[in-house]
């Protein structure tokens, strides 16, 4: 089973910003499309922002997509989130996700901290 991998969470305040990367270790797979989704305590999961491999990618809300930049690095399978202007409710567990390109499946990573103080 491939785990992504993940990195770039921590703690900041608010107004501040963090890079998240996540890459699918050894090039086991191609993806179609990258993305997050991020778990705050007592919360359900929630869809963040998503790229396609082919081009065009999707935020969850407006209130994101005013400060988060999704983008990839094609060569190195990696996906990034740029997220700016950071506020407490986006204390969250972030997770990434790949969609292995032809087979319809998703992978997932091990999560990453991101706590953002007032």
């Known amino acids: 089973q491939v785990q992504l991998v993940e990195s770039g969470g921590g703690l900041v305040q608010a107004g501040e910003s963090l890079r998240l990367s996540c890459t699918v270790p050894?090039?086991?797979?191609?993806?179609?499309?990258m993305g997050w989704y991020r778990q705050a305590p007592g919360k359900e999961r929630e869809f963040v922002a998503a790229l396609r491999w082919s081009g065009g990618s999707e935020y969850g809300t407006e209130a994101v997509k005013d400060r988060f930049t999704i983008s990839r690095d094609r060569v190195k399978n990696t996906v990034y989130l740029q997220m700016n202007s950071l506020k407490p409710e986006d204390t969250a567990v972030y997770y990434c996700?790949?969609?292995?390109?032809?087979?319809?499946?998703?992978?997932w990573g091990q999560g990453t901290q991101v706590t953002v103080s007032s």
């Open positions: 050894g090039r086991t797979f191609s993806p179609s499309a």
């Open positions: 996700f790949a969609n292995r390109a032809g087979w319809g499946d998703r992978y």
